[in-house]
């Protein structure tokens, strides 16, 4: 990791601090608390769907050298660390996963091509979600200033029995748990990148 990316994040992670402790860090903690295991499921139900992204994208890898499964979720779950907690504009992530599958052995245009392939259906996806949300601001009453994430947070939840106002908790654990899986998700990227810096040396 870069210098300035570790500034960033380190300035990212002093101003959520910040944030926290000038609102009332005993309310917030008393609501992650009331959450209960709520918190841990959001971060274990985000396990499957690296998995599922993983077996999606791998149907998309024509080459010999394509790795296996485990291999190809810790890719997964690497881009959506540095994607999630680095300033990348969400594409670093995606250069991050194809150097590491390149570094693998699959050629270079398949990785591109599988990328992507992989990154359009995914915003596809993305598009479904938000129109889904964007329909539910339009028919919950009082829900004008929510955004389109907490939008689609109370209609999924909604779904499930839960009220808005758990719903909209939830979305904020979803920061905590970008954290809690994307702070490892990076140690395991750079711990990668030093191991094949020091193979070529």
């Known amino acids: 990791m870069s210098r300035s990316s570790l500034v960033s994040l380190a300035v990212g992670l002093l101003v959520a601090a910040s944030l926290i402790a000038a609102n009332d ?30 077996l999606g994208w791998r149907a998309l890898i024509a080459d010999p050298a394509r790795p296996g499964i485990a291999t190809l979720a810790h890719l997964r779950w690497v881009r959506e660390s540095v994607n999630n907690l680095l300033p990348v504009a969400r594409v670093g992530g995606e250069i991050v996963r194809g150097r590491m599958l390149v570094r693998r052995g699959v050629a270079g245009v398949t990785t591109a091509a599988s990328l992507a392939v992989d990154l359009a259906v995914e915003t596809a996806t993305l598009v479904v979600f938000a129109l889904l949300g964007l329909i539910a601001l339009a028919l919950l009453p009082n829900a004008g200033a ?23 908790a939830l979305s904020l654990v979803r920061r905590l748990r970008d954290l809690l899986l994307g702070l490892p998700g990076l ?15």
Do not use: D, K, M, N
């Open 25 to 54: 860090p005993t309310a917030i903690l008393r609501t992650l608390l009331q959450a209960g295991w709520g918190v841990a499921a959001v971060v274990a139900l985000h396990l499957p769907q690296i998995l599922l992204s993983a």
């Open 146 to 168: 929510l955004g389109v994430q907490e939008g689609g947070y109370v209609l999924v939840c909604g779904l499930f029995g839960i009220p808005p106002e758990g719903a909209l």
């Open 187 to 201: 140690a395991a990227w750079r711990w990668e990148a030093a191991r094949a810096g020091r193979a070529a040396a």
